[in-house]
């Protein structure tokens, strides 16, 4: 059969039904060979490689499934490489197919730049940001290189690969051997039953437990079974910024999310905590602070985590770490608690006091529209954000319902990926999606208003407008003495006239000033629109982590008799 064809069906058996991608030259053959299998794989045209990256990430990150994006040698792979390294570090399965020259046509060992046109080593470039990566330069290793591929993208912790497969190769007939093509080496984890013991014990022995999520829980699937844990554990929960709607936000062991811009009520409950669970956090510095070994200092910390060289960059000499697959040990753990009773009163009590008296201390009129978008949005929605103050106004402020999840951009912070996430979200899903985004980020991947025109998707497209990029303007306004430079409309930035482009791209516009305009929108249509919500230039991001402060003790500072109150409940 056709190579291109065989990738093809390879990606249907893996219940793969969306790709997205840019055409090319040398990527004709595979886009071909999908419009043959067109009732059981559609491929989705982006207006940019990197959009198509980001949606890839969307699919997969809703799906559960790998997420694929495709894309023609040259400018079109490297035009991908900020949506690997987005799904490197946020450890998203995604499958990178790009074409490349016909393999008589490349340079080979050549000395020279470039022989064949467009030709580009893009495996080199990104192999420290793929799990695996490759160029499949002999049909006969098409069969094994995929296999690699899916394997290496969905097993242990997710994160991306790429093939790189030349043209002639796509066009070639090739025979496949219905064999195991490659010998899967298991990941060595530690003995379950011990690890079980381990958590269960220190549980039994606690006064003042606490759990830390991180988005480990949503990417093995076990969001459910771990709220399902919840109800034998009784545990106080805590998560990382990526993981916030992991609970309901009226969920009753809900303490919202931890770090240098997280709740106050989170970091001071991690600081009362005698024992700490980490489930899939890596524990990085905006959640530990820069010096990691002084992290939650009067609690035992125990670390879950699949990934040995997470557990290898310790926050403290005397943490306990559990190499443990969640989609394992979850399980485990609800059988053991079944007859076990565990009981923390007092310590919810005072888990409640603390969040009660920090809920709304650092609450903005910004907060007030992300609450009133949130509560006006339909409860089964996929909601996308993008990088900057809105997204972490987002973690603050969204009131998350029981069956939506929310998706960021985290360790990479890539400008740009809510609008083209939530053209992958969609398809990942089948369920409309809010798409929220600063006014500068939006115009990272704005051409992809065509795309969602072109479909008629169900996403509303939110835009936080306060006429700057924020987040910088307010780190000059900190530390440079307000000398805005490329931030506002002053100094060298703009933002565009949002409603004239909404108009162009045939999409329904609000525009939104007050609280009260946000009523006047119907979030239950189907139909996209763009929902403009202007602000002033100023905003601001608060709290932080302080100089030279425990992590409790964000800035700007409370009230030190409140404080003192609280860190003695």
């Not at 606490?210 to 998560?239: D, H, R, W």
């Given at each position: 059969?056709?190579?291109?064809?065989?990738?093809?069906?390879?990606?249907?058996?893996?219940?793969?039904?969306?790709?997205?991608?840019?055409?090319?030259?040398?990527?004709?053959?595979?886009?071909?060979?999908?419009?043959?299998?067109?009732?059981?794989?559609?491929?989705?045209?982006?207006?940019?490689?990197?959009?198509?990256?980001?949606?890839?990430?969307?699919?997969?990150?809703?799906?559960?499934?790998?997420?694929?994006?495709?894309?023609?040698?040259?400018p079109?792979?490297?035009?991908?490489?900020?949506?690997?390294?987005?799904?490197?570090?946020?450890?998203?399965?995604?499958i990178?197919?790009?074409?490349?020259?016909?393999?008589?046509?490349?340079?080979g060992?050549?000395?020279?730049?470039?022989?064949?046109?467009?030709?580009?080593?893009?495996?080199?470039?990104?192999?420290?940001?793929?799990?695996?990566?490759v160029?499949?330069e002999?049909?006969?290793?098409?069969?094994?290189?995929?296999?690699?591929?899916?394997?290496?993208?969905t097993?242990?912790?997710?994160?991306?690969?790429?093939?790189?497969?030349?043209?002639?190769?796509q066009?070639?007939?090739?025979?496949?051997?219905?064999?195991?093509?490659?010998?899967?080496?298991?990941?060595?984890?530690?003995?379950?039953?011990?690890?079980?013991?381990?958590?269960?014990?220190?549980?039994?022995?606690?006064?003042?437990?606490?759990?830390?999520?991180?988005?480990?829980?949503k990417?093995?699937?076990?969001?459910?079974?771990?709220?399902?844990?919840?109800?034998?554990?009784?545990?106080?929960?805590?998560?990382?910024?990526?993981?916030?709607?992991?609970?309901?936000?009226?969920?009753?062991?809900?303490?919202?999310?931890?770090?240098?811009?997280?709740h106050?009520?989170?970091?001071?409950?991690?600081?009362k905590?005698?024992?700490i669970?980490t489930?899939?956090?890596?524990?990085?510095?905006?959640?530990?602070?820069?010096?990691r070994?002084?992290?939650?200092?009067?609690?035992?910390?125990?670390?879950?985590d699949?990934?040995?060289?997470?557990?290898?960059?310790?926050?403290?000499?005397?943490?306990?770490?559990?190499?443990a697959?969640?989609?394992?040990?979850?399980?485990?753990?609800?059988?053991s608690?079944?007859?076990?009773?565990?009981?923390?009163?007092?310590?919810?009590?005072?888990?409640?006091?603390?969040?009660?008296?920090?809920?709304?201390?650092?609450?903005?009129?910004?907060?007030?529209?992300?609450?009133?978008?949130?509560?006006?949005?339909?409860?089964?929605?996929?909601?996308?954000?993008?990088?900057?103050?809105?997204?972490?106004?987002?973690?603050?402020?969204?009131?998350?319902?029981?069956?939506?999840?929310?998706?960021?951009s985290?360790?990479?912070?890539?400008?740009?990926?809510?609008?083209?996430?939530?053209?992958?979200?969609?398809?990942?899903?089948?369920?409309?999606?809010?798409?929220?985004?600063?006014?500068?980020?939006l115009?990272?991947?704005?051409?992809?208003?065509?795309?969602?025109?072109?479909?008629?998707l169900?996403?509303?497209i939110?835009?936080?407008?306060?006429?700057a990029?924020?987040?910088?303007?307010?780190?000059?306004?900190?530390?440079?003495?307000?000398?805005?430079?490329?931030?506002?409309?002053?100094?060298?930035?703009?933002?565009?006239?949002?409603?004239?482009?909404?108009?162009?791209?045939?999409?329904?516009?609000?525009?939104?000033?007050?609280?009260?305009?946000?009523?006047?929108?119907?979030?239950?249509?189907?139909?996209?629109?763009?929902?403009?919500?202007?602000?002033?230039?100023?905003?601001?991001?608060?709290?932080?982590?302080?100089?030279?402060?425990?992590?409790?003790?964000?800035?700007?500072?409370?009230?030190?008799?409140?404080?003192?109150?609280?860190m003695?409940?």
């Amino acid at each position: 059969m056709k190579a291109s064809d065989y990738i093809v069906e390879f990606l249907i058996s893996k219940g793969i039904t969306d790709v997205f991608g840019y055409p090319g030259g040398v990527i004709c053959h595979f886009m071909d060979s999908i419009n043959k299998y067109k009732d059981e794989i559609c491929a989705h045209t982006n207006y940019h490689e990197q959009a198509a990256a980001f949606a890839a990430c969307g699919y997969a990150q809703t799906s559960l499934k790998p997420g694929v994006a495709f894309a023609t040698s040259g400018p079109g792979a490297t035009n991908l490489i900020t949506g690997i390294c987005n799904a490197y570090f946020d450890s998203i399965p995604t499958i990178f197919i790009t074409g490349q020259v016909d393999t008589y046509a490349a340079k080979g060992n050549l000395k020279v730049r470039q022989r064949g046109f467009q030709e580009t080593d893009i495996v080199s470039m990104v192999k420290d940001v793929t799990k695996y990566s490759v160029c499949v330069e002999s049909p006969d290793k098409l069969q094994e290189c995929l296999e690699k591929a899916y394997y290496y993208a969905t097993s242990g912790r997710p994160g991306p690969v790429l093939l790189d497969i030349p043209a002639d190769i796509q066009r070639s007939e090739i025979d496949i051997i219905i064999k195991e093509c490659f010998f899967i080496k298991s990941i060595e984890l530690e003995n379950l039953q011990e690890s079980v013991k381990l958590v269960i014990d220190a549980l039994v022995k606690a006064e003042r437990p606490c759990f830390l999520l991180g988005s480990g829980i949503k990417q093995s699937g076990m969001a459910k079974e771990f709220i399902t844990l919840l109800e034998y554990a009784n545990v106080p929960v805590v998560t990382s910024m990526l993981a916030f709607d992991v609970l309901a936000h009226d969920h009753f062991l809900n303490y919202g999310f931890v770090g240098a811009n997280g709740h106050r009520y989170a970091n001071f409950i991690l600081a009362k905590s005698d024992l700490i669970i980490t489930f899939g956090t890596r524990l990085d510095l905006k959640q530990v602070g820069g010096k990691r070994e002084e992290f939650a200092t009067n609690a035992k910390l125990m670390r879950v985590d699949i990934d040995f060289d997470e557990l290898s960059y310790e926050v403290r000499k005397d943490e306990i770490q559990v190499l443990a697959d969640l989609k394992v040990l979850i399980p485990e753990l609800i059988n053991s608690l079944s007859g076990i009773e565990l009981k923390y009163d007092e310590w919810i009590s005072a888990c409640d006091i603390i969040k009660n008296e920090l809920r709304y201390i650092d609450y903005e009129k910004y907060h007030d529209f992300i609450h009133a978008i949130s509560n006006k949005i339909p409860d089964n929605t996929m909601v996308t954000a993008d990088v900057g103050h809105h997204q972490v106004w987002v973690a603050q402020a969204f009131q998350v319902k029981e069956k939506q999840s929310v998706y960021f951009s985290g360790g990479h912070g890539a400008m740009g990926y809510s609008l083209p996430a939530a053209i992958g979200a969609y398809y990942g899903t089948g369920k409309s999606v809010i798409s929220i985004n600063g006014d500068g980020g939006l115009q990272m991947n704005i051409q992809e208003l065509q795309f969602v025109r072109r479909e008629n998707l169900p996403i509303k497209i939110v835009v936080i407008n306060n006429f700057a990029l924020g987040m910088i303007r307010h780190f000059q306004e900190m530390n440079f003495n307000a000398n805005y430079t490329q931030t506002t409309a002053d100094s060298g930035y703009t933002a565009p006239n949002f409603e004239a482009i909404t108009k162009a791209y045939g999409l329904d516009y609000y525009k939104v000033k007050e609280l009260e305009d946000i009523k006047q929108i119907n979030f239950n249509s189907l139909e996209p629109s763009l929902i403009e919500v202007q602000l002033p230039m100023n905003t601001y991001l608060h709290p932080k982590f302080g100089f030279n402060k425990q992590n409790q003790d964000q800035e700007p500072s409370i009230d030190r008799k409140l404080y003192e109150y609280l860190m003695e409940l």
